[in-house]
């Protein structure tokens, strides 16, 4: 079966848990959406294909690091930016998230329904792109600061680390919808994450093991 396997790294990190209001608290590990999010910057043709990953391996050691940054908050510059006083917007909030990470990431390609080319030509590309270095946009790891690096995928062994995560994130939008619209729809979905061995198996967006709103499966 074709897939993808490409390896990103990076010095910092923060998946964070949707439950977490105010302070930022990661997951242990790479969500499903994070890893989709680097494998779209990296090659995505929304109306042709949707990536699917399939395991995440975790080749660091599991590290966390805690710090505190100023945010400003309850503040947005609009068309007609007004002076604002950044002192009276500002509020400090903690952050806990890894340090010097490293992961392997297995995808597939599925193509839309009205995809009329080779599945081929697709994988191609995609490895062309990682291969060379090539991205539309640079990829982060959970947030835009934390510059997330990637390359063909080593045979290096995952930690001998195991966990039971308990409910993980899979994805925040419907994957089987790709038209672009004024105002993004969110459609969150869950999976029970378990490592084993350092490595993340996550389930089929369509399986029962995903759990979306309304307790069903969405249309493919």
Known sequence: MNEVRIEVWGDFACFSRPEGK??????????PSAARGI???????PVEFYWQVRRIEVLSPIRYI?????????????????????????????????R???????????????????????YEQAKRRISSGKCFFQPSLGLREFVCYFDEATDSSPVDENMDIGFMLYDVFDLHKYEVTAKAEPFV??????LENGVLEVPDYDSSLVLKPGGGVSDA
């Open 22 to 31: 105010v302070e930022r608290l990661t997951y242990p590990v790479m969500t």
């Open 39 to 45: 494998l779209s910057a990296v090659y995505s043709k």
């Open 66 to 98: 805690t710090f505190k940054r100023n945010e400003v908050i309850n503040s947005k510059i609009g068309r007609n930016p007004k002076a604002m006083l950044v002192e009276e917007n500002r509020t400090q909030r903690q952050t806990v998230a890894l």
């Open 100 to 122: 010097d990470v490293r992961y392997r990431i297995t995808a597939e390609i599925i193509p839309r329904k009205d995809f009329k080319g080779t599945v081929n030509q697709l």
């Open 189 to 194: 979905s869950v999976f029970h994450a378990v």
